[in-house]
């Protein structure tokens, strides 16, 4: 599978931004899909993970109450809604796809490009 995410962008702290990732292939709807991220100089961390049928669904304690992971498998598109976004939510987002939900990077097999998400305060 191929992902491609996109949303990203420069706002402001306190205001929303809503990334996408769009998933080429018919098995999509198999898939338990995450998304990461990456702040400069520091390790890829986990957000939030959906499994494929949206009835497991785990976040960061960081994001809790602010984001919100959901699922279109109609559309073969995992969404991550970010509202309160803090300077620190600061990082390269990437989403992936891979056979359940798992906080670890490696468990991951498809990885989309990454976007950009730059919060000032």
């Known amino acids: 599978v191929q992902l491609q995410a996109s949303g990203g962008g420069l706002v402001q702290a306190s205001t929303s931004l809503r990334l996408s990732c769009a998933a080429s292939?018919?098995?999509?709807?198999?898939?338990?899909m995450t998304w990461f991220r990456q702040a400069p100089g520091k390790e890829r961390e986990f957000v939030a993970g959906?499994?494929?049928?949206?009835?497991?669904?785990h976040y960061t304690d960081s994001v809790k109450g602010r984001f919100t992971i959901s699922r279109d498998n109609t559309k073969n598109t995992v969404y991550l809604q970010m509202n309160s976004l803090k300077p620190e939510d600061t990082a390269v987002y990437y989403c992936?796809?891979?056979?359940?939900?798992?906080?670890?990077?490696?468990?991951?097999?498809?990885w989309g490009q990454g976007t950009l998400v730059t919060v000032s305060s």
């Open positions: 292939g018919r098995t999509f709807s198999t898939y338990a």
């Open positions: 959906i499994s494929w049928s949206g009835s497991i669904i």
């Open positions: 992936a796809a891979g056979p359940t939900v798992n906080t670890r990077a490696p468990a991951y097999n498809y």
